[in-house]
């Protein structure tokens, strides 16, 4: 499953904004694949995994909010 992208609900990220990547969001088993790498969503609204090339992208009208 390479290159692909995963649309992210704000309520998918972690409270900093981000993802962990395997994730089972994209249909991938943690045992069976690369490094688990913290992917920042939130800063630019997506993210690329340097490993799989996955895109995390927020779906469009999502807003993440800031704790602080």
């Keep these: 499953m390479k290159n692909a992208s995963i649309e992210l609900a704000a309520a998918d990220l972690n ?4 993802i962990f990547c395997p994730s089972p969001k994209a249909d991938m088993k943690l045992w069976n694949s690369h490094p688990k790498v913290y992917l920042d969503v ?4 997506e993210a690329r995994c ?13 807003v993440v ?3 602080h």
Excluded: F
């Excluded at 939130?42 to 609204?45: E, F, L, N, Y």
């Excluded at 340097?50 to 999502?62: D, F, H, I, S």
């Design 50 to 62: 340097p490993y799989c090339g996955t895109v995390y992208q927020l779906k469009a009208g999502e």
């Design 65 to 67: 909010s800031h704790g």
């Design 15 to 18: 409270h900093q904004g981000g």
């Design 42 to 45: 939130a800063k630019t609204g």
